[in-house]
């Protein structure tokens, strides 16, 4: 994606990447992976910026899902069924 919009709008424009939860996680992956060269080398990413909001950490979010089931059962039903299931 990031490549088609330099690819659409040259290298006038440098998109800015807003992320979220899980797209924050891909956005690390894509910068792990673009950033340096075969040959550990600074890239130059043609980006304005990137912004991650309450974003997954590259470790997963394992412990903290295990963390709310162990305090408490009803709690973490209630996010899985708000979040995942879409009920309220």
Request: hydrophobic residues 40%; glycine residues 10%; aromatic residues 8%.
């Amino acid at each position: 994606f990031i490549q088609h919009v330099i690819s659409e709008e040259g290298n006038q424009l440098k998109p800015v990447i807003l992320s979220h939860s899980f797209g924050g996680l891909a956005v690390m992956k894509y910068l792990e992976k673009n950033l340096f060269d075969t040959s550990s080398n600074p890239v130059e990413i043609p980006l304005g910026g990137v912004v991650m909001m309450c974003s997954v950490p590259p470790s997963g979010n394992g412990r903290m899902t295990q963390r709310f089931l162990f305090r408490s059962l009803r709690d973490s039903w209630k996010i899985t069924a708000g979040l995942a299931l879409k009920k309220g």
